[in-house]
């Protein structure tokens, strides 16, 4: 990868490049809305590159809490299975499948959340576990920071105002305070087993988004409010620029991912020497 | 089970000999309402619309401040090491804990509630039964995740504040449905069972997962 | 199309800032680093 690092580099660029170039001349200008419109080709890929990353933390923490032990390790393995296994049954099985859901669509995020957690577990180790857990946050807050920028200031042109309770950017604000508190316990504290606890944060954090979205959701048809980005078909050509824009920010995100991780595993084995020295220093251990 | 209720006894105890620390939180529970009285004069009619929102904030506040010496006692007396060592299971001890927590939070929930009614001049026009659970349902919410990240927070560079900035973002469910809830149940203009369901299962939720990570959190001290 | 242009100004600010950031903590920890290597 290392090698391989700068040609992915100017590869990422140039393919944002073009997902820029497409976002602005190639992207039809929609009929209501005019160019404004055009934020959502930023809005919408940093939104799921987020919540990508924040699921990745999600796997990360989990892992980190079950596999220092055998039986926890055989339960995450187990659990992760039975989701795909579930998910696929139950997209064919159940007819029809409630919100319009395509059963395809189902049944391969079901695999994919398989996919990754046995990724993860292959591909680090436990402490690479957690400076995926910490890398995937940081950059999944620095998405989720553009969502929350870029929102309202698509909102405010076009409907007038700059925040509404509209269901999908306040979960996107919880979703942010709650990683953002996350990244404060990384930071703030001084155990020695902060990764464990922000591990149990993140879990927490994760067990509570559907509640955040069920709860915001009612608030709303209690006290109906603009919905910004609207719901309802896409244009194909739409989709098209809307499809490159957000492989291009995962790429972009892939790599800013590495480079973190890079830099986190440098600080921990610099840290670790020093604390080493520190012990050998010659009159330490007296 | 017995562990839990012995705790839980011990600290009760404790708590009410030496009452410098529950007369201190009944004093600002009482500064609290006094102060959002002058911040917010509303006329009888609004004041039932916002009343839910405005209570809550006052309970979440003094729910701090309370959660914030869940853990000050054990660790003044290295007690942690003592229940780490012990063959008791960790998930009794934060029942203690957090049930303690639980009756104390009412106690001054309790007590401040008839202020606000006085201060605001307000009426039940819906189910006070109603009302009862959903604070109960609510306090739970906010004291089972308080006590989980009062002791996660034990070893941080400021305690006092990292306590909230983590129980606040995980508790917005919560806190919308305590409000929106209080706020039906006042106004008598909506059905509020929505939001004790959503308490109910976030209770359920938030509970198992502590009672299930409290043993990491323990250890990780 | 002000709105427009302040939020992909916006956007590659707020990745501009976090990539300054790493930087600024690279150039930190590249510093320890042979600082410690100097002292083996």
């Known amino acids: 990868m290392r090698r391989a690092f700068p040609i992915l580099a100017v590869a990422t660029l140039a393919f944002l490049g073009y997902a820029f170039y497409a976002a602005w001349f190639v992207a039809p200008t929609e009929q209501t809305m005019g160019n404004v419109q055009r934020i959502f080709y930023y809005h919408v890929p940093s939104a799921w590159t987020a919540f990508l990353l924040f699921f990745l933390n999600f796997v990360a923490s989990v892992q980190y809490l079950l596999r220092p032990s055998e039986v926890g390790d055989k339960i995450g393995k187990a659990v992760a299975l039975g989701i795909a296994a579930l998910t696929c049954v139950g997209a064919f099985l159940i007819k029809p499948l409630p919100y319009e859901l395509e059963p395809g669509a189902v049944a391969t995020t079901g695999i994919m959340i398989a996919g990754i957690y046995f990724l993860v577990r292959g591909f680090f180790s436990e402490r690479g576990t957690d400076i995926l857990a910490l890398v995937s946050a940081e950059v999944g807050v620095v998405f989720c920071t553009v969502v929350l920028v870029t929102g309202p200031l698509w909102a405010r042109p076009v409907w007038g105002i700059w925040w509404t309770w509209d269901v999908r950017l306040t979960s996107t604000l919880v979703l942010w305070l709650i990683y953002v508190s996350y990244l404060m316990l990384r930071k703030l504290s001084t155990s020695g087993e902060t990764p464990k606890l922000a591990a149990a944060l993140a879990v927490f954090g994760a067990l509570d988004m559907p509640l955040v979205y069920f709860s915001i959701w009612f608030f709303r048809t209690q006290h109906p409010q603009p919905v910004i980005g609207g719901g309802g078909s896409i244009d194909p050509r739409m989709l098209r620029v809307l499809l490159i824009n957000w492989l291009a920010f995962l790429c972009f995100a892939s790599l800013v991912c590495w480079l973190r991780f890079q830099l986190e595993t440098m600080k921990r084995d610099v840290e670790e020497t020093q604390a080493l020295e520190a012990l050998l220093e010659p009159g330490a251990l007296r | ?221 | 199309m002000n709105y427009l242009y302040a939020a992909y100004a916006a956007a590659w600010m707020i990745h501009g800032s976090y990539l300054g950031l790493m930087w600024k903590r690279y150039r930190e920890v590249k510093r320890e680093r042979d600082a410690l290597s100097g002292g083996l």
């Not at chain 2, 869940?70 to 299971?89: C, F, G, H, Q």
């Open chain 2, 1 to 221: 089970m017995r562990v839990c209720r012995a705790t839980l006894t011990k600290d009760l105890r404790l708590e009410w000999r030496s009452r410098d620390v529950i007369n201190a939180m009944l004093f600002f529970a009482l500064l609290v309402v006094v102060i959002f009285s002058f911040s917010f004069d509303p006329t009888a009619e609004e004041s039932r619309h916002i009343a839910g929102g405005l209570i809550w904030v006052a309970f979440l506040f003094a729910a701090v401040v309370a959660l914030n010496q869940t853990w000050a006692r054990e660790l003044r007396n290295d007690v942690l090491d003592a229940y780490r060592i012990s063959p008791a299971p960790a998930n009794a001890l934060f029942l203690a804990k957090a049930i303690g927590n639980f009756l104390f939070v009412s106690i001054l929930e309790l007590l401040m509630a008839p202020l606000f009614v006085v201060f605001y001049n307000l009426r039940v026009l819906g189910s006070a039964s109603s009302l009862a659970l959903l604070a109960a349902l609510g306090t739970w919410a906010l004291v089972v995740n308080g006590t989980f990240f009062a002791a996660i927070s034990l070893r941080t560079r400021s305690r006092e504040i990292m306590l909230p900035l983590l129980l606040f973002p995980i508790s917005i469910p919560a806190i919308i449905a305590m409000v929106n809830g209080t706020t039906a149940i006042l106004t008598g203009e909506d059905s509020a069972r929505f939001w004790l369901v959503l308490l109910g299962a976030y209770d359920v939720v938030f509970t198992t997962g502590s009672m299930l990570l409290f043993e990491t959190v323990l250890h990780a001290e």
